[in-house]
């Protein structure tokens, strides 16, 4: 009998919780209708007139000129400063190298003097190698290099033909005789070897 009662009232109780949950959830459900009718309807009350769109796209189209000429007022700056400081560092680039050429002057100059005083030939010569090689250690530390022309096959890349000279089947095609070095800086040729090439 005990049972029979505690039953009943498990089954009352859980009657209750199941009408309970379904009144919460279609209550639920009633709202989330309502706010999107809501929100449905406040859009299609305040529909934007042709003259509110005009407006609007006026002021856009502003902004995005107003943002245009910022940028290209940017873009004209950066390129001003970009130049100013190319040309800044081509000038002390070729302050650098000039200042690294006076030493050599500065033989050259101590060489005319010794010349003037003295009958040595020997010495002047010594004097003129020294300096020829000084000159040449500058190149080398520039990336400065002489173009290879000794027994060299003619490479229209590095050299330039000035005339041609029947020399046998042997020497075809190979360099004969430089009349002007070439030469290159880096892997850049910056002055063609003047030849003449063997026919």
Same mark, same amino acid.
């Given at each position: 009998?005990?049972?029979?009662?505690?039953?009943?009232?498990?089954?009352?109780?859980?009657?209750? @919780?199941? +009408?309970?949950?379904?009144?919460?959830?279609?209550?639920?459900? +009633?709202?989330? *209708?309502?706010? =999107?009718?809501?929100?449905?309807?406040?859009?299609?009350?305040?529909? =934007?007139?042709? &003259?509110?769109?005009? &407006?609007?796209?006026?002021?856009? %189209?502003?902004?995005? *000129? /107003?943002?245009?000429?910022?940028?290209?007022?940017? #873009?004209?700056?950066?390129?001003?400063?970009?130049? !100013? &400081?190319? $040309? *800044?560092?081509?000038?002390?680039?070729? =302050?650098?190298? $000039? @200042?690294?050429?006076?030493?050599?002057?500065? /033989? #050259?100059?101590?060489?005319? &003097?010794?010349?003037? !005083?003295?009958?040595?030939?020997?010495?002047?010569? +010594?004097?003129?190698? $020294?300096?020829?090689?000084?000159?040449?250690?500058? $190149?080398?530390?520039?990336?400065?290099?002489?173009?290879?022309?000794? /027994?060299?096959?003619?490479?229209?890349?590095?050299? +330039?033909?000035?005339?041609?000279?029947?020399?046998?089947?042997?020497?075809?095609? !190979?360099?004969?005789?430089?009349?002007?070095?070439?030469?290159?800086?880096? *892997?850049?040729?910056?002055? #063609?070897? !003047? @030849?003449? %090439?063997?026919?």
């Amino acid at each position: 009998m005990k049972k029979d009662k505690q039953n009943i009232e498990n089954d009352n109780l859980q009657a209750e @919780v199941d +009408e309970l949950l379904s009144n919460e959830s279609s209550e639920n459900l +009633e709202n989330s *209708e309502n706010s =999107e009718n809501i929100e449905k309807s406040e859009t299609e009350e305040t529909p =934007e007139t042709p &003259e509110q769109q005009i &407006e609007r796209l006026e002021k856009r %189209v502003a902004e995005l *000129e /107003d943002i245009r000429l910022r940028q290209m007022a940017e #873009f004209d700056n950066y390129r001003r400063r970009t130049n !100013k &400081e190319k $040309l *800044e560092l081509m000038d002390t680039a070729g =302050e650098k190298l $000039l @200042v690294d050429i006076l030493p050599l002057v500065d /033989d #050259f100059e101590r060489a005319r &003097e010794a010349m003037a !005083k003295t009958e040595d030939i020997n010495s002047l010569r +010594e004097g003129i190698d $020294l300096i020829y090689n000084k000159f040449i250690a500058w $190149l080398d530390k520039q990336d400065v290099h002489a173009i290879d022309t000794a /027994d060299a096959d003619f490479n229209t890349d590095e050299h +330039e033909a000035i005339t041609t000279f029947a020399a046998g089947e042997d020497k075809k095609g !190979k360099i004969i005789d430089c009349t002007q070095r070439g030469y290159k800086h880096g *892997e850049r040729v910056i002055r #063609f070897a !003047k @030849v003449v %090439v063997g026919e």
